[in-house]
């Protein structure tokens, strides 16, 4: 006798239902209000540390934005595979070939490498720290 196990197929939409249906009888937590008191008492020490917060948050946002704006620039390098197509295709008779396959292997397979690795940077990127890639 041959016994193999055999995969039941998962029911996608079942599963989907379960997961709806358990997030809907969740118990959300109440929200509990501070009184003015306290809130006035508290004010003065949170501009402090704000103040005093504001130089790190400044330097991650400037980060941040250098990453993303790596990322970007990165993907765009990605339109070098559909240019060196065209170069191979139609500047072959005019030799165009071998910039056309560098502008391949650079669209084809480096762009997508560098896209991965500055995606994968952006946390550090977010910390202020300066990397050059």
């Known amino acids: 006798m041959n016994y193999t196990m055999r ?7 079942v599963l989907v239902l379960l997961v709806v249906s358990l997030m809907m009888c969740a118990v959300p937590q109440k929200a509990r209000a501070i009184d003015p008191v306290t809130m006035a008492i508290l004010a003065p020490v949170a501009l402090k540390v704000a103040e005093a917060a504001k130089p790190y948050v400044l330097r991650s946002l400037v980060g941040t934005g250098k990453g ?36 391949i292997i650079r669209g084809g397979i ?22 050059n890639i």
């Not at 993907?75 to 008779?93: D, K, Q, V």
């Open 7 to 13: 995969l039941v197929p998962v029911n996608y939409t």
């Open 68 to 103: 993303l704006f790596n990322v970007g620039k990165s993907a765009l390098e990605i339109l070098y595979l559909p240019y060196g197509l065209g170069e191979i295709t139609i500047g072959l008779p005019f030799n165009k070939g071998r910039r056309g396959l560098v502008h």
């Open 110 to 131: 480096i762009a997508p490498a560098k896209v991965i690795v500055n995606i994968l940077l952006l946390p550090v990127y977010m910390t202020g720290a300066q990397i």
